[in-house]
């Protein structure tokens, strides 16, 4: 039995996009990832990047939405892509998904206790009323919610931050060994967040549920992330303990991107934004070089000859995937650092 929970090897994903003048291109959305998340404990592993990253790109291939171009998704030993319907089936209730719309994934035309009826018959959880009510009850009081405040009303009726933690209960009530989260807080107000990271944290501590957490927010990253991946234009820019890797940043995309961040200090002008102009020529070719290189202040002429590999920062998980460090031993794919 593996001692790994999931593990993704190389994986790489290709769409074929039709260009002006009918010309056809390929874009790279993903590039060689490497990632492993063990069965214990419970971590939640943090993807960030902007947008067009290639973070939601990884979710769906995780989730089983698309299909790699190249490369391996193993769950529990299992490679997926070799799996057979009743493989394919554990999967997809041992590997839960909450995503970003909070409203988008409910039918307005249904209470909210159809969403657990759906799972609660599909996954045969449950053989009369009684049993039903007890198992909504316990899930809904998992993420501080009572059954007879929402299980009768409808979406509309209740606010984005229920609906979220709605979505948790029901991810929760299949007994998942991982949650993969697309940016769940990111449609909910500032106040609700704090709840929804909560779920997340008591989820991962109390039951044991491993969660890939998808976000932008660096802010929401450091305070629930064990391990964080930052991505840039379908690579990895830079990977570690969390804390490590915001409050050190290395790689000069990621020094870029923490500085963008406000300190909450009245007495510290906050510039603005970095300016990084859409610019992805370097997507096109899987030998592109870094793809970086367009906004590098750091850059070299080593950097177009191929993608720099990821060098060790430190002796625990810190790695950087730039020319900066090639003194640095380069790091081993698919260890397990944590």
């Known amino acids: 039995m593996s001692e790994m929970l999931l593990e993704i090897r190389n994986a790489t994903k290709v769409y074929k996009q039709r260009g002006t003048g009918g010309a056809k291109r390929e874009v790279i959305a993903l590039q060689n990832f490497n990632l492993s998340i063990p069965k214990k404990p419970a971590s939640i592993i943090t993807i960030a990047g902007e947008s067009g990253s290639g973070k939601t790109t990884l979710a769906q291939l995780v989730l089983g939405f698309t299909r790699l171009t ?60 009684q049993s039903r009510r007890a ?44 949650i993969v989260a697309d940016e769940p807080v990111s449609m ?21 549920i491993s969660f890939l957490y998808i976000t932008h927010d660096l802010s929401t990253a450091y305070q629930i992330g064990d391990q964080i991946f930052i991505l840039y234009q379908g690579t990895i820019a830079e990977k570690g303990n969390t804390i490590h890797v ?3 940043p290395r790689h000069p995309y990621v020094q870029l991107l923490v500085d963008s961040v406000p300190v909450p200090d009245p007495d510290v002008k906050w510039e603005g934004e970095i300016n990084l102009p859409s610019d992805e020529e370097m997507r096109t070719s899987v030998n592109s070089g870094c793809r970086f290189y367009p906004r590098c202040p750091s850059r070299m002429d080593r950097c177009l000859t191929a993608q720099p590999p990821l060098y060790k920062i430190d002796e625990v998980d810190h790695q950087a995937s730039c020319y900066l460090y090639d003194e640095n031993e380069v790091a081993v794919l698919n260890n397990n650092s944590r």
């Open 246 to 248: 915001i409050d050190e």
């Open 70 to 129: 190249s490369g391996q998704i193993i769950f529990d030993g299992q490679d997926i892509s070799s799996a057979d319907a009743q493989q394919i089936k554990d999967y997809r209730r041992q590997v839960q998904a909450v995503f970003q719309d909070p409203f988008g994934v409910y039918n307005p035309f249904y209470r909210v206790e159809h969403v657990f009826n759906t799972v609660i018959t599909n996954f045969k959880l449950a053989s009369n009323p």
């Open 188 to 208: 909910v107000d500032a106040s609700l967040r704090a709840s929804i990271l909560d779920v997340m944290i008591r989820l991962k501590e109390e039951i044991g």
């Open 135 to 178: 198992l909504c009850e316990k899930a809904l009081n998992i993420v501080g919610l009572r059954g007879e405040d929402v299980l009768r009303k409808y979406p509309h009726q209740l606010s984005g931050g229920q609906r979220q933690r709605i979505m948790m209960a029901r991810a929760y009530m299949i007994s998942p060994k991982l």
